[in-house]
């Protein structure tokens, strides 16, 4: 499938790529384009938006898009729960509400001055997020 969203990744907009393609759409092709731009180029080349005003995988209330990816295909593992914590944390300013959101936000900001290309930022950063889905999976074998 192919799925649209903002350009100028930053948390959310890194964390669900990589929670699509690692649980949802193993063959996912995603374009970033311009914000403007999103609803007009997702009916054009037939792609699912995220993370843009009114979308169904966008914010609703309190919760960002990631939350509402994990909501819409009922994924429950709870190690991607507790990632969805410290994701939503980081993605809607309330980043004393979980212990990672800080790091989460500084690793957004870092890999945007360091990749300012969306496809190498992401790619770089799945990296994190491989690795913070492999700590959560520890804690929660640990109980």
Known sequence: MKWITRAHVHVDRVACPWL???FVDAAA???????SLVEEEAKRIGA????????E??????H???VAII???????????LLSEAVNAADTDH??????????????????LMHPDDFEN??????????????????????
């Open 122 to 143: 992401i790619a770089e950063q799945f990296k994190v997020y491989d690795a913070l889905y492999a700590f959560f999976k520890l804690q929660t074998a640990k109980g």
């Open 71 to 81: 909501e819409k295909y009922r994924l429950k593992d709870p190690a991607l729960l």
């Open 29 to 35: 092709e995603f374009s970033f384009v311009a914000k």
């Open 57 to 62: 995988l966008g914010h609703h209330g309190e």
């Open 64 to 66: 960002c898009s990631f």
């Open 20 to 22: 699509i393609s690692r």
């Open 48 to 55: 699912i938006p995220f993370d843009i005003p009114d979308a």
């Open 95 to 112: 980043l004393d509400a979980n212990p990672y959101a800080r790091g989460l936000e500084a690793i957004a900001q870092g890999f945007s």
